[in-house]
């Protein structure tokens, strides 16, 4: 009975070692830097009704940092065109700390 206890402990602790190690990997990887820069997109288009572009974002969610490049919203209403373009933004944000 203590051999297989000893064996759910330690495969209980592997997995939770998994699952930290894979999210974290996750957190740095470019697929999702991808998701959360297609997620910015998204978001200033549905609540400005413009159409959104980002050539480059990078995000340090352990270090709180982000930048984002080439920044771009524009629309051709019949009121006339609008265009707003910033080339950089680099900023931080409050984070957790392991």
Known sequence: MRT???????????????????????LQSEIFQKSVQAALVRGV??????????????LEIFAGRFALGGFR???SSASGPLS????????????FHC
């Open 45 to 58: 288009q549905k609540n400005t009704g413009l159409t959104c572009t980002i050539d480059r974002f990078h």
């Open 84 to 95: 707003f373009s910033v080339e950089q933004v680099k900023g931080r944000f409050a984070s």
């Open 4 to 26: 297989s206890r000893k064996l759910l402990v330690i495969g209980l602790v592997a997995l939770v070692v998994g699952v930290a190690g894979s999210a974290i990997w996750y």
């Open 73 to 75: 919203v524009r629309s």
